[in-house]
């Protein structure tokens, strides 16, 4: 893993290019401290520097930014067929000089252009300067497992990009006007959906893209080379045999997980003792020998303690287990966090997943996870929810769900019990995904904020984001939370929480090539019904698994939350956040109100932690709202 800052302007002087990037990559030293590298132009009109984590060919000379005849790469992540492309382009006449993917994606691009992305199989951030054609390329994997944003700042003819925003933010014209639009979209859903970010000025490469930037015209251009949607054909699902589907699945799964191993330098496993990691050691085991295996244990919290499930598979499998104790979580981990976090997100498993990064860190620089299998197996619990009501809202009309919904949904208190349930048969199904997010609607909001965000941003930039509806409403719901939950959510915190401890995850599910045969093949009936979930990964599962394994169990790497919100230390803590915050932006009142409401009956610790992490996000990156 690495980090990445560059920038393309006629303006920068020697002195401003040195502080861009040395002050850019000093701040992303996390993501990779083993190197740092830099390049700039003549005339310091074009600059590039690189934190490198090593991982493939530790020599110095894979080092980047990596330089060949015009071209200038620099990439965060791993491409795992890398072996593969570079005999296909030795096979054609190039030499190589390293052993690393870096270097197969340099001369890859330099023959095959833009194609060179299609044919990788991996995670991946990439910039290429393409010199003789005054272009600037930036390229994001399929799933976007690795961050890439950009500020295009044309009045003073400045393109600057990094891997963090917080890279990005040392460039001197940087406004740090928030977006009122994805603080909206924050807290309705957690996270700020793609391309947008938290700033105004910042946009996010997407997934599955790559942006074309002229240099002299200052324009750029977008283009896909991967998209999820073509791979969702009704016909072909009908074509294989449970059997078949079967056999193919263990096989493409076989096949990534070989790949992923591959690597300079040790690689261990996070074991949560559930279906998706649990599945992942089990066949890793047939591949690999003497495997190290990692879970986080909260003993004091039975319910959450998921390390008697691990221990189960790793005596199964006979790995070299590590537990790592954490009972007592205490607040102020937050304050540590959030400087990870620039553009934040309301997830409070980044704590564990944080405190478990930091504990294999000390064993290993790589890791492999579980990531992506809810949503490429239906592993939600509200895709049962919501199959259940869309089929029973389907014998009463729209128009009288929907306003018995809106009637109590304004007279339920916020954090209530069956709230959401209610939410969810309002809604219309034939057009309309569901926000399945429990936060902040835009009443709540308004109440939260000493301004209106709603009044601001106005209808049409309310209802930007409009999920594909398909025949099938499986697919709509699984493909909705590849894009957005996955992608925002999930893979950010992944990143980030691994990252802050200069610790590499990989993620089998998020091939490609699985994603593709799942979404294209594998019916709606196998993965969802309105009592079971992951119906065909779960069978896979139980060819591999311990006979006791438990397969009903929903848990992974999760907080105890609840019970830690009514403690005096963490109820403290948050007083205290709420009362340091800016009383011109936050409504303290309303925000002490909800801390005091979480009861048996109101749940409300997980909107109580957003606000926090919010309060303290504000305070440590000073963004201006107005």
Partial sequence: MCGLIGYSSPNFSQTQSNELLKSGINSLEHRGPDFEGFWTNNDNSLGLAHSRLSIIDLNNRANQPMISDGYILAFNGEIYNFIELKHELESIGVDFETSSDTE???????????????????????????????????????????????????????????????GISFYKNFDRKISLLSLNRLFSVGFCEEPLSIFNQINKVEAGKYYTYKIHSQ???????????????????????????????????????????????????????????SLLVALAS??????????????????????????????????????????????????????????????????????????ISNYCKVAIGGDGGD??????????????????SQYVPYVVRNFFAQKAINFLPLGMRGTKTVEFFGNDYKVNHPNTSEFFADSEQSKLFKFNIISQIGNSENNLYKPKI????????????FKNFLREDILVKVDRASMA?????????????????????????????????????????????PKEFDFQR????????????????????????????????????????????????????????AIIFFMIWVEKFKPVFD
């Fill in 375 to 392: 949503e490429l197996f239906g592993g939600y619990p509200h895709y049962n929810k919501l199959l259940k009501i869309k089929n029973k």
């Fill in 501 to 545: 401890n200069s610790l590499e995850i990989r993620s089998p599910f998020l091939d490609h090539k699985l994603i593709e045969f799942v979404f294209e093949n594998i019916p709606s009936k196998l993965k969802v019904n309105k009592n079971s979930r992951k119906i065909l990964l779960k069978k896979l599962a139980s060819r591999h698994l």
């Fill in 104 to 166: 197969v994606i340099l001369h890859g691009y330099k023959k095959w252009k833009s194609k060179v992305f299609k044919k990788l199989r991996g995670m991946f951030a990439i910039v290429i300067f393409d010199i003789s054609n005054n272009e600037i390329i930036l390229a994001r994997d399929q799933s976007g497992q690795k961050p890439l944003y950009y500020l295009l700042d044309k009045e003073n003819h400045a393109f600057i990009f990094a891997s963090e925003i917080k």
């Fill in 286 to 359: 047939k591949i690999k020998g003497d495997l190290n295996t990692y879970t986080v244990r909260f003993s004091k919290h039975d319910k959450f303690d998921e390390s008697i499930h691990a221990r189960l598979i790793a005596d199964k499998f006979k790995t070299n287990h590590f537990e790592l104790e954490a009972s007592s979580v205490d607040p102020s981990i937050f304050d540590e966090l959030i400087y990870f976090y620039d553009e934040p997100i309301f997830d409070t498993s980044v704590v564990p997943t944080f405190l478990l990064s930091k504990l």
């Fill in 554 to 609: 929903k848990q992974g790497f999760s907080l105890p939350l609840s019970e830690l919100v009514r403690s005096e230390s963490w109820k403290e803590y948050f007083c205290s956040k709420i009362d340091e915050s800016d009383p011109k932006i936050f409504n303290h009142k309303y925000a002490h109100r909800l801390l005091q409401s979480q009861s048996s009956f109101y749940n409300n610790a997980e909107r109580m932690s």
């Fill in 219 to 277: 324009e750029i251009f977008k283009s896909e080379f991967w998209d999820l949607d073509d791979f969702i054909k009704k016909d072909n699902k009908k074509s294989l045999s449970e059997e078949s589907l079967l056999l193919k699945l263990e096989e493409l799964l076989l096949e990534s997980i070989d790949l992923q191993f591959r690597s300079d330098v040790p690689v261990g496993m996070l074991l949560s003792g559930g279906v998706d990691s």
């Fill in 470 to 481: 398909y025949e099938d409403f499986i697919d709509t719901a699984t493909l909705h939370d």
